[in-house]
């Protein structure tokens, strides 16, 4: 069964951290990342890693701040988010996509406070 299953989301106030872990039920992923969408407005890519040459890729927004990673045993991506600005509150989903598909991970929800 083809499943991404994601953790990590929370509440925290401006200026804090969080790390979100997506873990994969299937192998042969050729990227693995992370968009977020907030109310009112299109879902965004956030950041991606390409498994195949370890390549990264970012938003401009969160450049310098976030960084996302791979444990390839466990097949799970990682998104360290640093220095959370409100402006970072959306839903985050995690994506994966293969020779055939992509796949979306369920979302959890990343508040930032004020």
């Known amino acids: 069964q083809v499943q991404l299953v994601e953790s990590g989301g929370g509440l925290v106030q401006a200026g804090g951290s969080l790390r979100l872990s997506c873990a994969a039920s299937f192998r042969g992923i050729n990227t693995m990342g992370w968009y977020r969408q907030a109310p009112g407005k299109q879902r965004d890519l956030v950041a991606a890693?390409?498994?195949?040459?370890?390549?990264?890729v970012y938003a401009d927004s969160v450049k310098g701040r976030f960084t996302i990673s791979r444990d390839n045993a466990k097949n799970t991506v990682y998104l360290q988010m640093n220095s959370l600005k409100p402006e970072d509150t959306a839903v985050y989903y995690c994506?994966?996509?293969?020779?055939?598909?992509?796949?979306w991970g369920q979302g959890t929800q990343v508040t930032v406070s004020s």
């Open positions: 890693f390409i498994t195949i040459n370890g390549d990264t």
């Open positions: 994506y994966a996509d293969n020779s055939f598909s992509r796949y």
